[in-house]
């Protein structure tokens, strides 16, 4: 199809897009001739409902999503029994493959302009986490404000969940491809995490940590 009569195609079924049945219908012929990945988050911004792809997964009773949201294909929302609120802001990017999961009482908030890329993992089990505006989170990031317990006079399945506390990322943050990070943890402003740290203490505003655990190994305003 000529590009003009796909980009008003894909504009006139994204009138209808939107969380409903219809809306899921409406927003997958809106994809029908857009290009893949990331080249159709596009779509989100021709409706303030955004776009949700059609094989996304949403189990969730308590979900605020924001204005222009994409969601990409296979994501999954998900909430157990106990779980509480997911709040996703405007402009926000989740691509691919990436399962947000809330729990035993844990929350997430996700401010405007953030992007998740594809196969993360979040879990908000027991403490909540806080995600700033306009973060970078790469591909297969993992990041659980839980633990089990581990008493040796029972199996681990049968424990209570334990954390130490809520995980904060600032805003601007960028972690790098496989990150994890752990409970209790606050990740500054601006702070940069290398490729396939641990995060398991504070990291300071304009940092940059690597390793495992992660240690800050520069500031920003050091690099020339």
């Known amino acids: 199809m000529h590009k003009s009569l796909s980009y008003l195609w894909a504009r006139f ?12 219908v409406a927003a997958r012929l809106a994809s029908w001739f857009a290009p893949p990945h990331k080249a159709r988050t596009y779509l989100a911004g021709m409706n303030r409902r955004g776009y949700i792809a059609p094989s996304v997964t949403i189990y969730h009773r308590n979900l605020t999503l924001g ?10 929302l ?6 509480g609120p997911i709040r996703i802001g405007n402009d926000v990017c989740i691509y691919r493959d990436t399962i947000i999961e809330t729990g035993a009482g844990g929350s997430l908030v996700i401010g405007n302009e953030t992007s998740i890329h594809p196969r993360c993992q979040i879990n908000a089990y027991v403490s909540s986490v806080e995600i700033g505006n306009d973060v970078m989170i790469a591909p297969s990031c993992a990041i659980y404000p839980y633990d089990h317990g581990i008493a040796p006079d029972r199996p681990i399945s049968e424990q209570s969940l334990e954390s ?7 805003d601007g943050a960028w972690l790098g491809y496989g990150v994890i990070v752990l409970g209790g943890v606050r990740i500054g402003k601006g702070a940069v ?7 398991t203490a504070d990291v300071p505003d304009g940092a940059i940590a690597a390793g495992m655990p992660a240690r800050v190994i520069k500031m920003r305003h050091d690099i020339n």
């Open 13 to 24: 079924w994204m009138l209808f897009a939107g969380r409903s049945g219809f809306g899921r």
């Open 67 to 76: 204005e222009r949201v994409f969601i990409d294909e296979r994501a999954v």
């Open 78 to 83: 998900f909430q157990r029994e106990t779980g």
């Open 164 to 170: 130490k506390g809520a995980i904060v990322i600032g």
């Open 193 to 199: 995490i290398a490729a396939g740290a641990v995060v």
